[in-house]
């Protein structure tokens, strides 16, 4: 079953704009991951939150993480036109196997 | 380092027909990982090898469902026999040892469908 449930399910932006996706789950978590997936390059890890971990960066990408709420962002700022994707989360649960379990995903369009 | 592999690309066949598919991981890594993706949904876990163990194989459809993994570096995926809804990607992943946090590194993926 899915973990994660993610919002917007689409999103259509201009190069250049922001871009943010949320990400709810349910159960606990020992890290939440963010992938990538695009014809081109498959699936892809982007960035890795632990959840002792309220806040990371890399490059363009910020993401959040709510333990409390059970939630995570992540923001892609200036946006170009190879962001065009679909972006998921997924949750690791910590029972040491490093099973994941991915939401349904957000596709992003970003506009020349 | 290679990446993930794996063969075919693409399979095209009939229901209640007979797919294989192969996977070889990223070398030293222990940890294998298939994985379904219906179009428009997340991919959804089938099974886990650790080495040629069996980990975590709850959400394969046993019936028509097997993996092996014999030697602790390649594996295959077998449907027998297909149905109509198996049409999907099909996802290998390897994650390095260890208990720590590790990302998956995926293959380009096994399209199948079945008519």
């Known amino acids: 079953s899915q973990q994660g449930e993610e919002d917007p399910q689409a999103l259509s932006i201009q190069e250049g704009e922001n871009a943010t996706m949320n990400c709810s789950y349910k159960?606990?978590?020992?890290?939440l991951q963010w992938y990538r997936q695009n014809s081109g390059r498959g699936l892809v890890h982007l960035i890795l939150i632990r959840s002792n971990e309220r806040e990371k960066h890399s490059g363009r990408l910020r993401v959040t993480l709510d333990t409390s709420k059970k939630s995570s962002s992540l923001l892609i700022t200036a946006s170009r036109a190879a962001d065009t994707a679909s972006y998921f989360c997924a949750t690791d649960a910590g029972m040491n196997t490093g099973k994941l379990i991915f939401g349904q995903g957000t596709t992003l369009q970003v506009k020349p | 380092e290679a990446g993930v592999a794996q063969s075919p690309r693409y399979k095209i066949i009939e229901k209640r027909q007979s797919v294989a598919f192969w996977c070889n991981p990223i070398?030293?890594?222990?940890?294998l990982y298939w994985y379904q993706q219906i179009l428009g949904q997340g991919p959804k876990l089938l099974i886990q090898?650790?080495?040629?163990?069996?980990?975590?194989d709850s959400q394969l459809p046993k019936d028509r469902f097997s993996a092996e993994r014999l030697k602790g570096v390649d594996s295959t995926l077998k449907i027998q026999p297909a149905k109509l809804e198996d049409s999907a990607v099909y996802l290998c992943a390897s994650r390095r040892p260890g208990t720590g946090f590790y990302e998956q590194y995926f293959g380009p993926g096994t399209r199948l469908t079945v008519t």
């Open positions: 070398s030293g890594h222990a940890t």
């Open positions: 159960t606990s978590i020992n890290n």
């Open positions: 090898f650790q080495n040629n163990g069996v980990v975590d």
